[in-house]
C-alpha cells in the first residue's frame, strides 16, 4: 500500500506546518522513512529520514534545527514537524519507504521504492 501525504497548505514565513505520512503496516516495518519534496522546475532532495526500527533520524543541512521528523510506530505514521518556515520550502512534500541502511538514512531516492503522491506546501512571504 502506497504511503498518504497530508497536512500541507499555506502558511506564512515563520510559521509551522505537520505533515503526517501513513501507510500500512507492511510498508513501513523494519523500514526507513524519508520524506522529500520537489519545486517547480528543481530537483527532488531529500529532507529527513527516520527507521522505523531504530527511530534514528538524518537531516539535510536545509531542515537541521528547523525540522523535526518521528513516528508512531501504533499508528504506522511518520510525521514531519516543521518549524521556521521560509519561501524557499515550497514545494511537494513525498514520503516515501526504503529497506533500512546506509544509503536509505541518507535519503539516496533510488533506494525508495514505495512513494506517496505528495503535499504541496506554500510559504509566503
Known amino acids: 500500500v502506497q504511503p498518504v501525504e497530508s497536512g500541507g497548505g499555506l502558511v506564512q514565513a515563520g510559521g509551522s506546518l505537520r505533515l503526517s505520512c501513513v501507510a500500512s503496516e507492511s510498508t513501513f516495518a523494519g523500514r526507513t522513512i524519508g520524506w522529500f519534496r520537489q519545486a517547480p522546475g528543481k530537483e527532488r532532495e531529500g529532507v529527513a529520514s527516520?527507521?522505523?526500527?531504530?527511530?534514528?533520524?538524518y537531516y539535510s543541512d536545509s531542515a537541521r534545527d528547523r525540522f523535526t521528523v518521528s513516528s508512531n510506530n501504533a499508528k504506522n505514521t511518520v510525521y514531519l514537524q516543521m518549524n521556521s518556515l521560509k519561501p524557499e520550502d515550497t514545494a511537494i512534500y513525498f514520503c516515501?519507504?526504503?529497506?533500512?541502511?546506509?544509503?536509505?538514512?541518507?535519503?539516496?531516492?533510488?533506494?525508495?521504492?514505495?512513494w506517496g503522491q505528495g503535499t504541496q506546501v506554500t510559504v509566503s512571504s
Open positions: 527516520i527507521s522505523f526500527w531504530d527511530l534514528s533520524t
Open positions: 516515501a519507504a526504503a529497506w533500512d541502511g546506509a544509503l536509505a538514512q541518507a535519503m539516496s531516492i533510488p533506494e525508495f521504492d514505495s
